[in-house]
């Protein structure tokens, strides 16, 4: 009982504390609004340019993979996709990334040369991702992205740039403009930062050349949403949701079939934009969650997090903990008393996949 008075209060000193911050907020929306309509406003004067790659590689395409909201949505996974797609089919690719979060600056290359020789926190645990499950694709870090452009162009060769988490970025200009959308959250509360997760307004959808809504299987109610998107942009919208492909033990990368599972208690974790997504997706192996821990995102993991995960699972009892793919990349170098697992995921296409082959075909000119 006395737990349960305990939890009341912390929720209505929550509540409390939001309520008092919210008028400081939705002011901060509008500041954000503003600077960002300025911001648009000199790009369509010519103030700030637009660069053009084509002038000096008049064959190059650009084709961006980016969102509307604040992380989330499966931009990586869906990068990561479209550049195996695009190498398969024969042309030279290569991801132009800023790598948010790294504590380095200025242009880094992850290539088949030295990628095994950088660490995460040097590019980002994103890009590192990225190079880990691409083969022969160059990761060009760099946050000015015309720049990585030309190195990729001059030094690569390549015919096709994708420029990640790039919707927002008008300092390229782009030959297909990707917006992931999360089923689950789209938009949240519909406000801008920090008021909310938008980083602009819904209605500049309308710049997107096609929409990608994401794991559309854990939303029972798409038609709304689907109505929604069709109302705002007359893009043709992908549907795609992730398939569980197995596991995989974070220290010796041993893989784990999903079914060796079943059943087992797990405690999960993550420090990922949002986390409930992932977590439905476990029930559905089905195993045992006896706990969550969630994290902020990109967090670093100290060893004393990892310790403290691995004692919680103990004392519940768990079999083993699992975490995502892009927490695997930022997990210190412990070997801890339980094992824990990496969910390998990969994009699938559940409608839509002749409107993507139709895009690529005449964007690429294949």
Avoid at 126 to 155: F, H, Q, T
Avoid at 227 to 241: C, D, E, F, V
Avoid at 256 to 264: A, M
Wanted: charged share 25%; aromatic share 8%; with cysteine.
């Amino acid at each position: 009982m006395l737990e349960n008075l305990k939890f009341k209060l912390s929720q209505r000193a929550d509540a409390d504390r939001l309520r008092i911050l919210r008028p400081i907020l939705v002011l901060l929306s509008w500041v954000y609004s503003l600077l960002y309509s300025l911001r648009n406003f000199l790009y369509s004067i010519g103030v700030l340019k637009t660069y053009d790659l084509k002038r000096d590689f008049p064959k190059v395409k650009v084709i961006s993979v980016g969102n509307i909201t604040v992380g989330g949505t499966g931009k990586t996974p869906w990068t990561i996709f479209l550049a195996d797609k695009i190498s398969k089919s024969g042309r030279r690719v290569a991801i132009l990334t800023r790598g948010y979060g790294r504590k380095s600056s200025g242009l880094i290359i992850l290539d088949e040369k030295n990628k095994r020789q950088k660490n995460w926190w040097e590019v980002g645990d994103e890009p590192y991702l990225m190079a880990s499950k691409l083969n022969g694709i160059p990761i060009v870090v760099n946050s000015n992205r015309a720049e990585a452009g030309r190195w990729a162009l001059y030094n690569n060769h390549a015919q096709v740039l994708i420029l990640d988490d790039g919707f927002q970025n008008k300092g390229i200009k782009k030959d297909l403009e990707i917006v992931i959308i999360d089923a689950t959250n789209p938009f949240g509360n519909f406000k801008l930062l920090p008021a909310g997760i938008l980083r602009e307004t819904t209605k500049n959808l309308k710049r997107a050349d096609l929409l990608i809504l994401n794991k559309v299987d854990q939303n029972t109610s798409k038609e709304k949403l689907l109505n929604y998107l069709n109302n705002i942009s007359k893009a043709p919208i992908i549907q795609s949701h992730y398939k569980k492909k197995y596991f995989v033990n974070v220290h010796s990368e041993e893989a784990i079939p999903i079914e060796q599972l079943g059943g087992k208690r797990c405690l999960v974790f993550c420090g990922i934009a949002n986390p409930y997504p992932f977590v439905e997706s476990l029930k559905q192996v089905p195993i045992q969650i006896v706990d969550t821990k969630f994290f902020s995102d990109h967090y670093v993991y100290k060893e004393k997090d990892l310790l403290n995960l691995v004692e919680e699972g103990l004392i519940q009892k768990a079999d083993f903990l699992v975490t995502t793919e892009k927490d695997k990349v930022r997990l210190p170098n412990v070997i801890p008393k339980l094992p824990i697992y990496a969910l390998k995921i990969e994009v699938k296409i559940t409608r839509g996949e002749e409107v993507l082959e139709q895009k690529l075909k005449q964007v690429l000119e294949l």
